[in-house]
């Protein structure tokens, strides 16, 4: 049985500022996950764009459509619940597009 599709350790040690809709914004920590190969491809053919996999733990997040990382803001496409760990989040976001003229 391969073991390392169901590590559920977790440094959360990457800062992520949450933003809601409203601005206001959270700071949490999270682990940074690639996106795997069925779920980008799945994706994709709904005309999303997957490009970054935030987890977190669930208690922190509040629904907020955006989150910052370093100084790129995503768009958060879908959340869910962990497999591993139910008090996990994952958050699977894309970049949002720069602002022209800014």
Do not use: H, W
């Not at 996999?53 to 907020?64: K, L, P, T």
């Amino acid at each position: 049985m391969d073991r390392s599709r169901y590590d559920t350790r977790n440094s959360f040690d990457e800062p992520l500022v949450l933003i809601a809709s409203d601005g206001s914004q959270t700071s949490v920590l999270c682990d940074t996950r690639s996106i795997g190969s069925n779920e980008f491809y799945s994706a994709v053919g709904r005309g999303l764009r997957p490009e970054k996999r935030f987890e977190i733990r669930s208690f922190e997040y509040a629904g907020q459509p955006k989150a910052r990382f370093g100084s790129v803001v995503y768009s958060v496409i879908r959340s869910y619940e962990s497999r591993a760990n139910p008090e996990i989040l994952e958050l699977v976001c894309r970049q949002v597009a720069a602002d022209v003229g800014a």
